[in-house]
């Protein structure tokens, strides 16, 4: 290694590896461990012993009333509380109402849904945080698109909506059916 080089990972990194710390229910050593949901602590002796607990503590989150709101459902009190994805808006009545707010303000596309021709294709967004198109009279229609729909007939196989999607830095056109995918610059 060159002096201007710089090290992977830092010692202090390295130094997390190792949590020196005693499982709880065996006395067994615990170490930093990997799993797809991210790093957690678990006991050397697995699986003679299944300890586990998440590395960084989560903060506990109180339920915060809204004074003032009114679910549109039951009319009981709004209130901002915690889940799985965040902090979201729901009914105070849960269980019993079911009511959650929408966090996310999407444009409206006005664009009819060129499989069924009755429903709308709505802006929406998937856990992971990536926006896609959707008809609104989901689950009877199942279209959707992964780029922005504009009310424009394709000229070369004449379906009813193309995408606009930027490549090679300029706003393109294109077809979104896979037998004709047309492309043509875009005004827009």
């Known amino acids: ?23 709880p229910e065996c006395g067994s050593e615990l170490a930093v ?11 050397v002796s697995y699986p003679t012993c299944n300890y586990t607990r998440p590395v960084v503590e989560q903060e506990k989150f109180e339920t915060q009333m ?29 269980p019993e109402c079911h009511h959650i707010e929408e966090m996310n303000q999407y444009d409206d596309l006005d664009v009819k849904c060129p499989e069924c021709n009755k429903g709308q294709l709505q802006e929406k967004m ?4 990536k926006t896609f198109y959707s008809c609104d009279s989901y689950p009877k229609c199942k279209y959707i ?8 007939a394709c000229p070369k196989c004449g379906w009813k909506v193309m995408v606009q999607r930027k490549m090679s830095g300029e706003n393109v056109l294109f077809c979104p059916q896979k037998k004709c995918s047309h492309k043509i610059k875009s005004l827009y």
Do not use: W
């Open 145 to 152: 698109l992964n780029y922005k729909p504009v009310t424009e």
């Open 33 to 43: 461990k990997n799993s797809k949901a991210g790093a957690f602590l678990g006991c």
């Open 66 to 94: 809204l004074a003032g709101s009114q679910c549109p459902k039951c009319s009981s009190e709004l209130a901002v509380k915690q889940g799985r994805y965040g902090l979201f808006i729901g009914c105070s009545n849960f």
């Open 126 to 129: 998937n856990r992971q945080g």
């Open 1 to 23: 290694m060159t002096k201007d080089s710089k090290p992977l990972f830092s010692q202090h990194e390295h130094a997390l590896e190792k949590a020196y710390e005693v499982c």
